[in-house]
């Protein structure tokens, strides 16, 4: 009986041993979890920060710069137009009396060539075509002359 009281309590001392291995294994990956999830806090907290951070960010965007540059493009976009509308004005506002007096007269005399030019191109476009039209009948006649030329000289005279 003594010996079976000794393999018990032997057995006893394995199960208690392997239990107390078990036990401390899964102490370990508890720590190993434990520090895992404070890592993954810990990165979760720097993103909720930064995430935070680009939202004050944006924020402060859209608050203090956007309004200004808005601004300024209307600004800019009024400046266009206002150089624009002044290219399309003389410059005769700085001009002497005598200098706007000559440039009127410059003006008129443009206007007076621009009017002789047209005419001249349409002149220019009619004596064109009458030129085509004789050159036309030129060489008709003349291809005509060649057949009688060529007609009497070989007898057929129909003249």
Do not use: Y
């Not at 899964?26 to 993103?47: F, P, Q, T, W």
């Not at 266009?80 to 007269?105: H, V």
């Amino acid at each position: 009986e003594r010996g079976e009281m000794q393999r018990k309590a032997s057995a006893a001392d394995q199960n208690v041993t392997r239990i107390m291995g078990e036990l401390q294994r899964l102490e370990a990956k508890r720590a190993n979890l434990d520090h895992v999830l404070g890592r993954a806090e810990d990165d979760i907290a720097s993103l909720r920060s930064r995430l935070e951070t680009r939202r004050k960010q944006t924020e402060s965007i859209e608050t203090d710069l956007i309004p200004p540059i808005e601004t300024e493009i209307k600004s800019l976009g009024s400046q266009i137009e206002r150089l624009n509308e002044e290219m399309g004005t003389e410059l005769s506002a700085n001009l002497t009396e005598e200098e706007r007096n000559t440039l009127s007269d410059l003006k008129s005399a443009q206007a007076e060539l621009e009017g002789q030019i047209e005419a001249a191109r349409a002149e220019l476009e009619e004596v064109g075509v009458e030129r085509q039209r004789m050159q036309s009948l030129l060489d008709d006649n003349l291809k005509k002359r060649r057949q009688e030329l060529i007609d009497e000289s070989t007898g057929g005279g129909g003249g």
